[in-house]
């Protein structure tokens, strides 16, 4: 992953070993990023979801986002984005987590 700001951005970086390649920020918040981002293998955009930097550096926030994945993995529902895959990726020696998840234009 290729960093850009103190907020975690990650401008045209990718994520698992280049499967997904990070293209636009969506949005942000306190805690997380959201990029609209390709998945090579499946052919499609997806979105995806970021720690900071600073907090990616600290177990119990990984930890805690790992925890979010799994409980959003579990709903159904028309008006909630699917949770396609979780994982961490290196970052400047610290795992960086994050989470794809259905994009939905709009």
Same mark, same amino acid.
């Given at each position: 992953?290729? %960093? /850009?700001?103190? %907020?975690?951005?990650?401008? +045209? +970086?990718?994520?698992?070993?280049?499967?997904? %390649?990070?293209?636009?920020?969506?949005? $942000? +918040?306190?805690?997380?990023? =959201? #990029?609209?981002? #390709?998945?090579? *293998?499946? /052919?499609?955009?997806?979105?995806?979801?970021?720690?900071?930097? $600073?907090?990616?550096? $600290?177990?119990?926030?990984?930890?805690?986002?790992?925890?979010?994945? %799994? *409980?959003?993995?579990?709903?159904?529902?028309?008006?909630? =984005?699917? @949770?396609?895959?979780?994982?961490? /990726?290196?970052?400047?020696?610290?795992?960086?987590?994050?989470? @794809?998840? $259905?994009? @939905?234009? +709009?």
């Amino acid at each position: 992953m290729s %960093q /850009d700001g103190a %907020q975690g951005r990650y401008a +045209g +970086g990718s994520v698992a070993g280049g499967r997904y %390649q990070l293209r636009d920020l969506l949005g $942000e +918040g306190g805690m997380a990023s =959201v #990029y609209l981002a #390709y998945d090579s *293998a499946l /052919d499609r955009q997806v979105a995806i979801k970021t720690l900071h930097t $600073e907090l990616g550096r $600290e177990q119990s926030f990984r930890e805690r986002f790992r925890r979010e994945a %799994q *409980a959003v993995a579990k709903l159904q529902h028309t008006n909630i =984005v699917s @949770v396609f895959d979780t994982g961490e /990726d290196e970052l400047g020696g610290a795992l960086m987590p994050y989470i @794809v998840m $259905e994009y @939905v234009e +709009g």
